[in-house]
């Protein structure tokens, strides 16, 4: 994928402004949709099992969020995802914490054996506990892991039938065949919580507009890896507050230029 499709896209969703269905988490939910509104896209976060039917009948991508999991938003989840696969909608899955609890995991099986999920993005931990592999885990983050990353990404893709996105230091993004790395990013994300969220939320855009969806993740991973840069280095020395409030700055404001100078990705 050249940067080029990256400019693209990022053109076409900002044209577009394709509606997000936002199943996710209480802690999240408002820098979510404030990320998405400053992306260009529309957020809607309806969670209520009686509507997500309808919602996600007419939405341009589900973002399926695991954060704050109970028996009814998983049951949402589930209903929201049945119906955007029976319309050719895309799916998108955060399974946040999957290997924490055995609640979890066992409710992340549920979901993918009942919904079909276009991508799924997570920490190495969760997308190696998703697929029954070892590795640590504490609360939602990655524990210390000395796997490996591009295997595992490799290993899951093909196992799920999807496109897994395994993010960290390097991000990797693989459908089974084909496998990229974007090394765009800033540890400051970090130190902000919902940024893998929101990050989730961002691919969801970018897969409303493109049904390559190994391409769509790529280029969503890029523009917002190169957006925390900039968004850093703005904010050097302020503190994750300041960076959080320049970050939404910069997911309105990256262009394309921004993205040709500080974009780093590449096939593996």
Not at 131 to 139: F, Q, Y
Request: net charge negative; charged share 20%; with cysteine.
């Amino acid at each position: 994928m050249e940067k080029s499709k990256v400019h693209a896209l990022l053109k076409r969703v900002r044209e577009i402004n394709p509606l997000i269905h936002n199943i996710t988490n209480i802690v999240v939910a408002n820098f979510s949709a404030n990320g998405l509104l400053a992306l260009g896209a529309s957020p809607v976060m309806a969670d209520a099992v009686e509507e997500v039917d309808e919602m996600a009948k007419s939405a341009d991508a589900v973002v399926l969020n695991m954060g704050t999991l109970n028996r009814e938003s998983l049951e949402a989840m589930i209903v929201a995802g049945k119906s955007a696969n029976e319309q050719g909608v895309p799916v998108i899955l955060d399974p946040v914490g999957v290997g924490a609890t055995s609640y979890r995991t066992e409710a992340a099986s549920k979901l993918i054996n009942e919904v079909k999920c276009s991508i799924i993005r997570g920490n190495a931990a969760e997308i190696a506990n998703l697929i029954g592999e070892k590795w640590a885990i504490k609360g939602v983050d990655a524990g210390n892991g000395n796997g490996d990353v591009f295997a595992l990404s490799m290993a899951a893709a093909k196992k799920l039938k999807t496109v897994v996105v395994v993010t960290g230091k390097e991000d990797i993004i693989s459908d089974g065949q084909s496998t990229n790395s974007v090394q765009n990013g800033h540890f400051i994300l970090t130190k902000v919580t919902g940024t893998g969220c929101l990050l989730s939320a961002i691919v969801g855009a970018f897969a409303a507009v493109e049904n390559n969806y190994l391409d769509a993740a790529t280029a969503a991973l890029v523009f917002y890896g190169v957006a925390a840069e900039i968004a850093a280095n703005k904010t050097d020395e302020q503190g994750p507050g300041s960076f959080q409030i320049e970050f939404l700055n910069q997911l309105s404001l990256v262009s394309s230029s921004e993205i040709d100078l500080y974009g780093s990705f590449h096939t593996k």
